[in-house]
């Protein structure tokens, strides 16, 4: 190791991390799982849009496949709601941009559910 500027500690190494090999068939996995995963958030995306899925019924039940779907997106997936008005209610409701369905607490998604004025069902 050696000293840099202003005393910072640095290593003279590459830093460089390589993925860990993977057979055709762990690859041909994972392919379908990505792709397994983002048809759903797209489908579910959809159904939003049409108004066939309430944004009540996903925050309070998401799908296996949309367990790292952002809540902004989502809302966004929404008839009627744009950026801005996904920011503001995000805001009221005190939700980080980078917060997925599965990590809401359960103070959070109330206060969303009430900031989005919506019902059971």
């Known amino acids: ?17 390589r993925a860990p090999e993977r057979t055709s068939q762990e690859r041909r996995s994972a392919l379908e799982e990505a792709n397994r995963v983002r048809f759903a958030r797209a489908a579910t995306k959809r159904e939003l849009k ?4 309430g944004i009540y019924d996903l925050l309070m ?6 367990r790292g779907a952002k809540v ?4 966004l997936s929404v008839r009627g709601m ?4 996904v920011t503001r209610i995000m805001r009221e ?10 990590g809401l607490t359960h103070g959070q998604r109330d206060r969303l559910i ?5 019902e059971e069902g």
């Open 93 to 102: 409701a005190g939700v980080s941009r980078s917060k997925t369905l599965v």
């Open 50 to 53: 049409s108004g066939e899925l």
């Open 82 to 85: 744009g950026r801005i008005k």
């Open 114 to 118: 009430r900031a989005l004025g919506c």
């Open 1 to 17: 190791m050696a000293t840099g500027l202003e005393g910072r500690w640095y290593t003279t190494r590459p830093m460089l991390r």
């Open 61 to 66: 039940s998401p799908s296996e496949e949309l």
């Open 72 to 75: 902004e997106e989502m809302l």
